[in-house]
């Protein structure tokens, strides 16, 4: 009996059909999970889908966000004191009168002694009677500045008409306090003048304290101090009023402002002079002074020919006033 096969295959296609539709639906369903999968984030699906309850995590210390630190710039350097050079003065020096007597000029700001220029040289530093402030600022200290009226007289006297017996008392005077020649190099070295002694012959002997051998760049540096040491203010006060006979050198120092901005609004100075290896020596030390304080500290030196002093004098003079119109404002320095 023959067989019917229609039927049959078409229940076998129609199966193949549906398992093949069935596989299709399952390949899609299973992309399209995948592609939903990739865009959602892990934390979107679990806060979106979990039906758990929540657990709570352990606080922890909270951590500070790094920082990125960028290390603070350097401080900017200190500025020094701005001098004017000694080389670039050398030409204007070579045109001044004394250049062939041993003409030797040395200053510094006040307050900065390390920082002090020489133009000239000298072979004779006999201080004379600049040794009279040293001295007399040794007096004052000793006393701390609590002077007996003999004792004020004859430092007024020492300094203003450079009186020698009035120093001489002074000089006596320090014998109740130690050592008279210790404590002027005391005071020497308070000022930043660590070489300057008190005099001595060749057998080291004391001798006359105005032959103390004192260089004029350490003169200078003594000058440029005094305005800052305890009572170098009341030795300038005496030194402001030196006897017109002696104004000369710093004396002589015009008041004013300068084409470079230095103001000098007073002059403090003493002199010395005496016979020297040369024939006659005058120097001088003392102080520029501003109208606001400070000021520039000045040493002079010159051995002129024949023992002039009336030429000693106009030298020194036209020194000082020369050194004045060459430094500018910055070449003043204040005490710290």
């Not at 017109?244 to 100075?269: E, P």
Request: glycine content about 10%; hydrophobic content about 40%; aromatic content about 4%.
């Amino acid at each position: 009996m023959a067989t019917d096969t229609t039927g049959a295959r078409q229940v076998v296609v129609t199966r193949r059909r549906r398992l093949s539709t069935a596989f299709v639906c399952a390949v899609l369903c299973a992309a399209m999970a995948a592609c939903g999968s990739s865009a959602s984030s892990p934390k979107e699906e679990d806060s979106q889908t979990s039906t758990a309850a929540p657990t709570v995590a352990p606080m922890l210390p909270s951590r500070p966000p790094a920082v990125i630190s960028t290390p603070a710039p350097p401080p900017p350097p200190v500025k020094p004191v701005q001098i004017t050079d000694a080389s670039k003065l050398v030409q204007g020096f070579k045109k001044l009168p004394g250049r062939d007597q041993q003409l030797t000029i040395a200053w510094a700001p006040v307050g900065h002694p390390e920082q002090v220029q020489q133009l000239g040289t000298t072979d004779t530093i006999d201080a004379w009677s600049t040794i009279k402030v040293p001295l007399a600022l040794a007096a004052i200290q000793q006393r701390g500045g609590d002077l007996p009226k003999a004792v004020a007289n004859d430092i007024e006297m020492s300094v203003r008409i450079s009186d020698n017996d009035a120093a001489r008392r002074l000089w006596e005077g320090l014998e109740n306090f130690g050592m008279k020649a210790e404590l002027v190099n005391e005071v020497l070295g308070d000022t930043g003048d660590k070489r300057t002694r008190a005099a001595r012959n060749s057998a080291g002997v004391r001798v006359p304290f105005g032959l103390t051998a004192w260089r004029v760049g350490d003169a200078a540096k003594f000058a440029a101090t005094l305005p800052c040491v305890p009572y170098g203010a009341q030795i300038m006060r005496d030194m402001r009023f030196i006897d017109h006979s002696q104004s000369w050198g710093i004396g002589a120092v015009a008041r004013g402002t300068n084409k470079r901005g230095l103001n000098v609004d007073d002059v403090a100075f003493k002199g010395g002079w005496g016979p020297s290896t040369s024939g006659y020596l005058m120097r001088q030390v003392g102080v520029l002074i501003l109208p606001g304080g400070g000021g520039v500290g000045v040493a002079l030196l010159v051995q002129p020919h024949g023992g002039n002093h009336e030429a000693g004098a106009k030298i020194l003079s036209q020194a000082a006033s020369w050194l004045r119109d060459s430094l500018g404002a910055t070449d003043a320095g204040k005490c710290a």
